[in-house]
């Protein structure tokens, strides 16, 4: 895949509200807590305090405070989800273009 359409594919994520990252996710019922979204962590559960995974829509982050994970909408993808970056956003924009990139294939002739 070429830079160019690897940067419109993550800027693409970038832009996604972290509101419907969660609910792309499956993470539903976290209740509202001022300008956040409390409730519990979908990967560690968030033990006594069930309250300690947050998202805050303003910032466009999120945080659990049990486990330490945290960042952006594309961190939070790969974080549920346990994949690297690539995979979360195929999850988010779909999958990647697997056309021959012309330009790649003429680096790889030269090389050759």
């Known amino acids: 895949m070429s830079g160019a359409r690897y940067d419109d ?3 693409e994520a970038a832009a ?7 609910h792309r996710l499956g993470i539903e019922g976290l209740r509202v807590a001022g ?8 990967v560690c559960g ?3 305090r069930a309250d ?3 998202i805050n829509q303003d910032l466009g982050v999120f945080n659990c405070r049990k486990c330490g994970a945290g ?3 594309i961190a939070h993808a790969q974080f549920v989800l346990g994949c690297g970056f690539g995979p979360a956003l195929d999850h988010l924009v779909g ?3 697997h056309a021959p990139d012309p330009e790649a294939r ?3 002739r030269r090389r050759a």
């Open 9 to 11: 594919r993550r800027n």
């Open 106 to 108: 003429a680096r790889a």
């Open 71 to 73: 960042g952006d909408g």
């Open 46 to 48: 968030g033990g006594a």
């Open 52 to 54: 300690r995974f947050s």
């Open 95 to 97: 999958a990647r273009d």
């Open 35 to 42: 300008r956040e979204r409390v409730g519990p962590c979908p």
């Open 16 to 22: 996604i509200p972290i509101f419907d990252v969660a």
